[in-house]
Every structure is written in structure tokens, then in C-alpha cells.
């Protein structure tokens, strides 16, 4: 097994296309003002207005082809965006437009990105994907019709979360404990072993690893490449894993 799926261009398009039509399902569903469960405070209004404010900027800064950071680093939520089912119709322009501008984009340009790694456009590429695939999950909840993340996908998901979120200081707990996590993709043949040194964390690549090598793994969580990923951005709990050792490793890996 390998540490990670090195994903491309074709397949990260491929599961935003897959993630958007079935979020646009559920928030029309979903009366606007519906609580989301697993995003708590907000509605169903707030979570469509949220992600197509993400789709906006992302179309803006990640074409500009250069390395610099753009004015403003996050996704603001503009005022008056529409509400109702008018705004299930913005939040599909703005999607559809996404998906145009990405698969007209160079994923080796250059472009700014918050992570401690290569400032390419293919990171939006691949962002854009994930977010969606969570942000689905969150919009299915809502109606209380959650459907997993495609196995493959959510295994670059759970990546994305070990060599981006984490090594880019985006975790929720605190960041003082040491030792090894190992996680496991049961549907997935896929694995990973992360080091925990207080605020650093290292991803160790497995296939450098031989098997006489020991890893004094102090937790160890195994369950779908699906409930992982959830797991991770504190979707649901890490008890819906099979979870040995020191448990309370796997909250310093929360993010979202």
C-alpha cells in the first residue's frame, strides 16, 4: 500500500463534476432556511452562499498566473446574494463556471495557494474538489440523505487533509501531543502513517518503508477512505472507526 494517490488534473475535475449535481439535489430539497447538522449555525441558505462564494474567488485568483497572494486570501460572502430558490440558480452559475475556468487551466501555472508546497494552479484543481465533496456530504445531512465519498476520491481527500491542511497549521486541537498515527482505507488498500512532533507533523511515505522497519504507531483508526476523510474534517466521530492505541492522537488531526 502507498501513502498517497497521486491525483491529476482529469481526476480531480472529474470528481467535481461528479460532487455538484447531487449537492444542487439536496439544496433544493432543503427549505432554505433548513439547519445544516454538521455545520452548525448555519442554513441551508448559508452553506449555498458559502461555497459559491468559494467557486467565485477561486475563478478569480487561481487565472492570474502568478505567485503572489490576491488582495484578499479567503472567500468572502458578498451581501446580498439571492435567497430562496434564486439562490440555488446563482450557486449553479457559479459552479458551472468553475468548472469551465478549471478545465481550461493549466494545473502547472503559476498560482498563489495558503499550503507550505508548490504554488501551481493544480492545487485549486484538486481543492475544489474536496471541498465540494464535503460540502455535499454537509448539504445531504440536511435532509438527512448522507451518501459516502467516492472511495477513490475520498482517499485523495484524507491526503489533501495529511500533506496540506495539517503541515499548513489548519488544525482545530491542540498541537502539543507526539507520536505516530496510523491510518488505513479499508475499502481503498491504501494507508498512512503521520508523525506527530507538537506542531510539526510529517507525512511518512510507506513506500520507502521496509518491512522490518517499525513504526511505534501509538493510534491506530481503520475504516472506509469515506468515514475517514468525514472523520478528519469533524464530520462525524472517529468511534465510527475501528480505533486501537491512544485515541486522543486522532483529535490533533481534525481540520476543516
Not at 445531512?141 to 477513490?152: S, T, Y
Amino acid at each position: 500500500m502507498t501513502s498517497r494517490l497521486h491525483g491529476s488534473k482529469d481526476f480531480w475535475i472529474a470528481g467535481l463534476r461528479a460532487e455538484g449535481p447531487p449537492f444542487r439535489d439536496a439544496v433544493t430539497q432543503a427549505p432554505p432556511d433548513t439547519p445544516v447538522p454538521s455545520c452548525p449555525e448555519w442554513t441551508v441558505t448559508d452553506l449555498v452562499h458559502h461555497l459559491g462564494s468559494i467557486y467565485r474567488w477561486v475563478r478569480g485568483h487561481a487565472v492570474r498566473g502568478v505567485n503572489s497572494p490576491p488582495e484578499t486570501r479567503r472567500a468572502p460572502v458578498p451581501e446580498g446574494l439571492p435567497t430562496g430558490p434564486a439562490a440555488v440558480e446563482w450557486w449553479q452559475d457559479e459552479y458551472a463556471e468553475l468548472v469551465d475556468t478549471l478545465e481550461a487551466l493549466d494545473p502547472e501555472l503559476p498560482a498563489w495557494n495558503w499550503a507550505p508546497q508548490a504554488k501551481k494552479a493544480g492545487f485549486w484543481h484538486r481543492r475544489m474538489a474536496h471541498e465540494t465533496a464535503v460540502h455535499r456530504w454537509d448539504a445531504q445531512m440536511a435532509i438527512g440523505a448522507g451518501e459516502p465519498v467516492e472511495a477513490k476520491l475520498a482517499v485523495d481527500g484524507v491526503s489533501e487533509v495529511l500533506d496540506t491542511w495539517l503541515p499548513a497549521g489548519r488544525r482545530h486541537n491542540p498541537t502539543s501531543r507526539q507520536g505516530v498515527v496510523h491510518l488505513v482505507a479499508t475499502d481503498a488498500a491504501q494507508e498512512w502513517f503521520l508523525r506527530l512532533r507538537g506542531e510539526g507533523v510529517a507525512l511518512l511515505d510507506t513506500g520507502t518503508l521496509l518491512d522490518t522497519d517499525e513504526h511505534p504507531a501509538r493510534a491506530y483508526a481503520a475504516g472506509t477512505a469515506s468515514d475517514l476523510l468525514l472523520a478528519l474534517y469533524g464530520r462525524v466521530g472517529f468511534d465510527v472507526l475501528e480505533v486501537t492505541g491512544d485515541a486522543t492522537l486522532l483529535d490533533c488531526l481534525r481540520t476543516g
